[in-house]
């Protein structure tokens, strides 16, 4: 859902509840084990953005963000991805987290 350029969403519960400024630093794929593990897939989608345009309304844990527009930039950890799990896009790959010298 989306209200003036900010994000709304939550949990599917509905325990938690959220808004966010649609002005993400950053997206990217993890493909470390603990985030396969916390997801049960192949990598967790993740972004980043200033605590400042964040604003939680309800609850703590499990947020969920409905309909970004920006799109992941990257692929990190796939030194440990799933052996199963083909990443067929053109995406940079990172077998760990990035330097930002290694970014350039």
């Not at 799990?85 to 053109?90: Q, R, S, V």
Request: glycine share 6%; proline share 5%.
């Amino acid at each position: 859902m989306q209200d003036n350029h900010r994000l709304v969403g939550g949990c599917w519960c509905g325990a938690v509840r959220y808004r966010v400024a649609d002005e993400f630093l950053y997206a990217l794929n993890c493909h470390c084990s603990r985030c396969r593990a916390a997801t049960g897939s192949a990598f967790k989608a993740t972004a980043g953005i200033e605590r400042e345009k964040f604003e939680l309304i309800k609850g703590a844990d499990h947020l969920l963000v409905y309909d970004p527009s920006i799109r992941p930039s990257e692929h990190i950890y796939v030194g440990s991805k799933a052996p199963w799990f083909e990443i067929t896009d053109e995406l940079p790959q990172f077998d760990e987290y990035p330097s930002s010298a290694s970014r350039d």
